[in-house]
Antibody
């Protein structure tokens, strides 16, 4: 059974930093791309970032480019999201998500097929 | 920038067919996925590559994509299908979600 367990969320002041982690199990982590998707309170889904299985390719939403960094440790089956210079509008539940079979190519990736339960990030003074 | 547009809400009576649209410029040239999200839960993939159903998704869920519009169709809608539905596609190395459609089963 695929399991994705996020951690690292919490309250942070504007301009601060936070690192989210996602511990994966139930599948061969190194064989799949991974993503982060967020959802502001009462709002829709917003894609944040995707990383290929070997970390060779990363994609970011314009809203986080230059502030967020996605990375992974295949030896530990763990996905990370380093978030710097946080803003109030970054307040959201952040979901760790597994990308389906296949490679990212031509500027697109396979669909997300599993989601974690999410971790809440609140940016407020 | 590319956008995916969904109606904010759709309603259907139990047993009827519900259709949720997702529109975007030449969307038919891209693969579309659909996600179901119930209150307080994480999203679930219900359709990928326009019309394929993941294992465990009921046959009443189907999808199509042509021209500028992708459609998620739920045949024989049940009360358990009441949820928010999001379409998703990739454009120029960016993953996009539609704004979401709340399906109400009356």
């Amino acid at each position: 059974e695929v399991q994705l367990l996020e951690s690292g969320g919490g309250l942070v002041q504007p301009g601060g930093s936070l690192r989210l982690s996602c511990a994966a199990s139930g599948f061969t982590f190194s064989s799949y791309g991974m993503s982060w998707v967020r959802q502001a309170p009462g709002k829709g889904l917003e894609w944040v970032s995707t990383i290929s299985r070997n970390s060779g390719t990363t994609y970011y939403a314009d809203s986080v480019t230059g502030r967020f960094t996605i990375s992974r440790d295949n030896s530990e089956s763990t996905l990370f999201l380093l978030m710097n210079n946080l803003r109030a509008e970054d307040t959201a539940v952040y979901y760790c998500a597994k990308v389906g079979s296949g490679s990212c190519s031509g500027g697109s990736c396979p669909p997300i097929d599993y989601w974690g339960q999410g971790t809440l990030v609140t940016v407020s003074s | 920038s590319y956008e995916l547009t969904q109606p904010p809400s759709v309603s259907a009576s139990p047993g009827q067919t519900a259709s949720i649209t997702c529109s975007g410029d030449r969307l038919g040239d891209k693969y579309v996925s659909w996600y179901q999200q119930k209150p307080g839960q994480s999203p679930v993939l219900v359709i990928y590559q326009d019309r394929k159903r993941p294992s465990g998704i009921p046959e009443r869920f189907s999808g199509s994509n042509s021209g500028n519009t992708a459609t998620l169709t739920i045949s024989g809608t049940q009360s358990m299908d009441e949820a928010d539905y999001y379409c998703q596609a990739w454009d120029s190395s960016t993953a996009l979600f539609g704004g979401g459609t709340k399906l109400t089963v009356l």
